[in-house]
């Protein structure tokens, strides 16, 4: 298992072979039995396979390849929609309309999205997990008819892989395992860190081609930069906020 693990590959071309209703739901039903807040369970799945809902979702995650080849597409959402009626219909009164609630949903939500990744890719399926979901939830929840307190958290696109990609390079475990205490980063532990990660060739390569000085600069000029992620983050917060109503 630990050396499934340490190759694992994220897939982002898929043949056509068909990936089972049935196979789906027995995924899913085992990996409900990861850990969860209070057994309260703060998630849901929307499956999708119907190409005009596809397409329709497809702009919401810049039109990736992995999302438009996909023979299934799950968005998993926080949804404390569920738990509150329950409440509700039992003479109990919710009180779930705050951040602490959607961070709890948002946990339970990840802890089933890896669960149901790891045995998927056990089964043979290959998957992807696409952050765009977090760039545009309000467009995703409405095509998807998200109610109040329901937040787009994480997507996977999933099918049989028709590609073996390299292994994506790791810092070494000794980077970010602490022991007792938080122990901070001093310039030496960077470079040692993050020697491995700049010295690899594609990376290296990546620099040049892009007439960047540093791999870091790869990340905060091109990638993920401070723009987008303000702009994104506004409207995320501010879906996240109207959705749970605090």
């Not at 299934?72 to 959402?77: A, K, S, W, Y």
Request: with cysteine; glycine share 4%; aromatic share 14%.
């Amino acid at each position: 298992m630990i050396e499934e693990f340490k190759n694992r590959r994220t897939i982002r071309k898929y043949s056509d072979k068909e990936v089972s209703d049935e196979l789906l739901y027995q995924l899913l039903e085992a990996a409900s039995h990861a850990s969860t807040t209070g057994n309260m369970q703060l998630y849901s799945v929307i499956i999708t396979r119907d190409k005009e809902k596809k397409a329709a979702l497809a702009p919401t995650h810049f039109n990736q390849q992995t999302f438009i080849g996909a023979p299934v597409v799950l968005t998993f959402c926080a949804d404390n929609n569920r738990f509150n009626k329950w409440c509700k219909q039992r003479k109990a009164e919710p009180g779930y309309n705050n951040f602490l609630s959607f961070s709890t949903a948002a946990i339970d939500t990840l802890l089933l999205a890896q669960n149901f990744a790891a045995l998927a890719e056990h089964e043979g399926l290959g998957l992807c997990f696409l952050g765009t979901t977090t760039y545009n939830a309000p467009q995703i929840a409405k095509i998807l008819n998200l109610p109040k307190y329901v937040v787009p958290i994480t997507t996977i696109t999933l099918g049989y892989p028709a590609e073996n990609p390299e292994l994506q390079d790791r810092i070494p475990v000794k980077g970010f395992v602490h022991s007792e205490s938080y122990h901070d980063y001093d310039c030496e532990d960077i470079d040692r860190i993050f020697d491995y990660k700049e010295s690899l060739e594609v990376n290296r390569k990546f620099v040049e081609e892009n007439q960047k000085e540093t791999l870091a600069q790869i990340f905060t000029d091109i990638r993920y930069t401070k723009k987008d992620g303000d702009y994104f983050s506004k409207i995320y917060f501010d879906y996240i906020k109207e959705q749970f109503e605090f």
